[in-house]
C-alpha cells in the first residue's frame, strides 16, 4: 500500500466523524411536557384514554380535536415564544396555545375534570420529557371567574402566585412550590414554562376546585360536580407513545403562529459510503467538515449536546481504527510479498 493510499484511507476514515456528529445532531430530542399537580386539562383527557374518554368535556374536547391531540398531549406549545405569550395567544385560546389541533382545550364548560386545591403552600408538578434550564410562571383566575365563558388574559391575576427559575427534577417531574392564594369555588391555574435555552414555551390549562364546586355563573343549580381529573401514569404515557407523532424535531417557520411542534418523524440520515483505499488524497491533507442540515439547531429542539457527541466519539474512533486496521493489513501483505521473492 502506498504512501498516498495510506493517507486516502486514514482521510476517509477521519471523514466519517463528522458524518455521525451530524446524524446524531439531527436525531430527535426531548423537551416537551404538561402539568400534573394540578392536572391539566390535555393531561386528564389522555389518562382517560384519548379512544375512549370518561367525562362529558373530555369527550367534547377529543370530537374538537381528535385523538391524536390528546397522543400528543405534551406538545401545547409555542416554538418561537420567546416570553411574547400575550401578543402570540388571543383571547379564547389561551388553553391551546393558539393551536387549532389543541382546539378542543379551549371549550368553556363548568365540567372539566379538576383537581382540590387549598390556600397557602402547595407543591407543582410538571411532568417533562427531559431536564431543560427554564422558567415556570403560575397564574390563577380572579374572583368572579366564569368556566363557561371562553378564557381571556384578562381572566388571570396579573401577577403569577408562583414563579421558579430552573427547578429540579424528580422521578421525570419538573417540582416546584408555591403560595396558593385564598380562592373559592371553580378556578384555573394557567402555566407558562418558558425555556431558557431556546426561545420555546409550553402552556396548560388546570382546572381546580376551592373548597366546594359550585359550578360556573350561569349554571344550572342542580349541575352535578365534574369529576375528580387524574395524571397519566408512567404505564399510561409508555402505552400511548407508540401513538404520539411528537418525534420533538425542528420546528417549522409558521409555528410561531399556530404553536405547532414538528411532529413528522425525523428523517434517518443515510450511511456513509466505505472508504476507497484507491481514492487519491484531497489536496491539503484534510477532510471537510460536513456541514448540519439547516433548523436542527439544538437549542431549539430540545436536545443534550453532550451526550450525542460523547457516542459519536466512540464511533468515530471505531472507524478510524478500522481504518489504520486496514493499512497495517495491506502493509503486511505487500511486505510478505517482497519477501517471498
Same mark, same amino acid.
Given at each position: 500500500m502506498t504512501a498516498a493510499r495510506r493517507k486516502a484511507a486514514t482521510v476517509a476514515a477521519l471523514g466519517l466523524a463528522p458524518l455521525a456528529l451530524t446524524g446524531l445532531a439531527a436525531s430527535p430530542a426531548a423537551a416537551h411536557g404538561s402539568m400534573t399537580d394540578p392536572v391539566s386539562r390535555v393531561s386528564a383527557c389522555y389518562a382517560e384514554g384519548p379512544e375512549s374518554p370518561k367525562s362529558a368535556a373530555c369527550k367534547a374536547a377529543v370530537a374538537a380535536s381528535g385523538v391524536q391531540a390528546f397522543y400528543d398531549w405534551n406538545a401545547v406549545n409555542i416554538a418561537n415564544a420567546a416570553g411574547n405569550h400575550k401578543a402570540l395567544i388571543p383571547d379564547g385560546k389561551l388553553c391551546s396555545a393558539g393551536n387549532d389541533k389543541y382546539k378542543g382545550l379551549d371549550l368553556p364548560r363548568a365540567d372539566w375534570p379538576s383537581s382540590k386545591l387549598a390556600a397557602g403552600k402547595h407543591t407543582f408538578r410538571y411532568k417533562g420529557t427531559a431536564p431543560h434550564k427554564g422558567s415556570f410562571e403560575l397564574y390563577?383566575?380572579?374572583? =368572579?371567574?366564569?368556566?363557561?365563558?371562553?378564557?381571556?388574559?384578562?381572566?388571570?391575576?396579573?401577577?403569577?402566585?408562583?414563579?421558579?427559575?430552573?427547578?429540579?427534577?424528580? /422521578? #421525570?417531574?419538573?417540582?416546584?412550590? #408555591?403560595?396558593?392564594?385564598?380562592?373559592? #369555588?371553580?378556578?384555573?391555574?394557567y402555566s407558562i414554562w418558558q425555556r431558557s435555552d431556546s426561545p420555546e414555551a409550553f402552556y396548560t390549562c388546570s382546572d381546580v376546585v376551592f373548597g366546594k364546586d359550585t359550578g360556573g355563573k350561569g349554571t344550572d343549580a342542580g349541575t352535578p360536580p365534574a369529576p375528580a381529573a387524574s395524571a397519566p401514569s408512567d404505564k399510561d404515557i409508555a402505552a400511548g407513545a407508540d401513538k404520539s407523532t411528537v418525534e420533538?424535531? /425542528?420546528? =417549522?417557520?409558521?409555528?410561531?403562529?399556530? =404553536?405547532? /411542534?414538528?411532529?413528522?418523524?425525523?428523517?434517518?440520515?443515510?450511511?456513509?459510503?466505505?472508504?476507497?483505499?484507491?481514492?487519491?488524497?484531497?489536496? =491539503?491533507?484534510?477532510?471537510?467538515p460536513v456541514a448540519a442540515p439547516a433548523g436542527d439547531n439544538l437549542a431549539e429542539t430540545g436536545g443534550d449536546s453532550a451526550t450525542p457527541y460523547i457516542a459519536v466519539g466512540g464511533a468515530a474512533v471505531l472507524a478510524l481504527g478500522a481504518a489504520v486496521m486496514f493499512g497495517s493489513v495491506r502493509r503486511k501483505s505487500a511486505t510478505g510479498g517482497r519477501h517471498g521473492r
Open positions: 390563577v383566575t380572579k374572583d =368572579g371567574y366564569d368556566p363557561t365563558k371562553p378564557l381571556k388574559w384578562s381572566d388571570l391575576e396579573a401577577k403569577p402566585f408562583a414563579k421558579v427559575t430552573d427547578p429540579q427534577m424528580q /422521578g #421525570g417531574d419538573y417540582v416546584f412550590d #408555591g403560595t396558593v392564594p385564598n380562592k373559592s #369555588g371553580r378556578h384555573l391555574v420533538h424535531k /425542528g420546528h =417549522g417557520d409558521n409555528d410561531h403562529k399556530t =404553536g405547532a /411542534g414538528s411532529t413528522a418523524a425525523a428523517p434517518k440520515p443515510a450511511a456513509p459510503a466505505a472508504p476507497d483505499a484507491n481514492a487519491p488524497a484531497p489536496q =491539503g491533507g484534510s477532510a471537510s
